[in-house]
């Protein structure tokens, strides 16, 4: 398999080796083809059962696909299967996706994350090849993680405070080790409440809040921190009056830890074996839609919303404006 950049990838060329070996790295390049002892030991004797020479890679395909939610080791003859069409996949988005740089092998970890969900999504019966179809797809997910880090990377750290919903920030908040998260969340709606875009702009790009904002941000914790008469607060925001100059570097880590939650580092797991001894890294990565991806969808189906209401509005207008004699 030879890429743009003249580099060769070796082929794998045998049933036992397609179903048995992973892609090993060695930095952001291929290196060698891994076996693993299990996998090519379970191989092998199933092809001294089934020795008919006619029988091919698409053969062998079908057989562990039929197989993979009852047999043990069938899920990890379909992984090392897909370990092509995963790389082709990484190397060719990786390398025409400029806007965010993304390294080959992390590009890889994205798209093999997501193979049990690629697998459920595979249907022989429509007549695919599943090396064609997961090449696809996992080129798919590698675009849409891209596309939302892009979408992060754009956004301003106020911006991409006003976009959080108070469930993402407070999830963010837990993962990132706070045990009380009532006194940042209400520093954040308050700066929500203060800091607005300009009529006609987006969110996106807004501006750090002026020392004037920061003081009205101040004002508007502090009426409801003594309402509240908050007893959950954490030691760090005991006292309600806070400076401006504290509420600024507070907003800038709500902003840290929110764009950490929402764009998780990508950690390569940095074992070629599947290991069937123990649940499989691979199951503990997530196979569902990244906070960034709900983000994202809520806010579309907000401007839908929106425009709609707009419609309504102008046909309203328009039918009221007919029934005039």
């Known amino acids: 398999m030879t890429f743009a950049d003249g580099w060769t990838m070796r082929s794998r060329t045998d049933i036992l080796t397609i179903f048995s070996t992973f892609v090993q790295f060695t930095g952001d390049r291929f290196d060698s083809w891994v076996a693993n002892p299990r996998l090519a030991k379970n191989m092998q004797q199933t092809l001294l059962q089934n020795a008919d020479p006619t029988h091919s890679e698409d053969f062998w395909t079908l057989h562990w696909y039929r197989l993979w939610h009852r047999h043990p080791l069938a899920s990890g003859h379909l992984w090392a299967y897909l370990q092509d069409p995963c790389y082709a996949a990484a190397e060719q988005v990786t390398r025409r996706f400029t806007m965010v740089y993304c390294s080959l092998a992390d590009g890889f970890q994205i798209a093999i994350a997501n193979a049990e969900r690629i697998l459920n999504g595979y249907n022989p019966d429509y007549g695919s090849n599943l090396k064609a179809y997961a090449r696809t797809a996992f080129g798919n997910c590698i675009r849409d993680q891209l596309r939302q880090q892009q979408e992060v990377n754009i956004s301003s750290d106020w911006g991409l405070l006003r976009r959080l919903s108070q469930t993402q920030l407070t999830q963010a908040l837990l993962t990132a080790g706070f045990i009380q998260t009532e006194t940042p969340i209400l520093i954040w709606q308050c700066f929500k409440a203060i800091c607005i875009p300009e009529p006609g702009r987006t969110s996106r790009g807004l501006s750090a809040p002026s020392q004037a904002q920061l003081v009205a941000i101040g004002n508007r914790f502090r009426l409801h921190c003594y309402q509240s008469k908050n007893p959950g607060a954490s030691a760090?925001?005991?006292?309600?009056?806070?400076?401006?100059?504290?509420?600024?570097?507070?907003?800038?880590?709500?902003?840290?830890?929110?764009?950490?939650?929402?764009?998780?580092?990508?950690?390569?797991?940095?074992?070629?074996?599947?290991?069937?001894?123990?649940?499989?890294?691979?199951?503990?990565?997530?196979?569902?839609?990244?906070p960034m991806t709900q983000l994202l969808a809520a806010e579309a189906y907000a401007e839908q919303q929106a425009r709609m209401q707009q419609i309504g509005i102008v046909l309203e207008d328009a039918i009221s404006a007919l029934d005039i004699p």
């Open 236 to 290: 760090e925001f005991a006292s309600c009056d806070v400076e401006p100059e504290q509420l600024l570097a507070q907003l800038i880590q709500l902003a840290t830890i929110a764009r950490s939650y929402l764009t998780p580092t990508i950690t390569s797991l940095n074992q070629p074996y599947y290991d069937d001894s123990s649940e499989d890294q691979l199951y503990t990565l997530p196979a569902v839609e990244t």
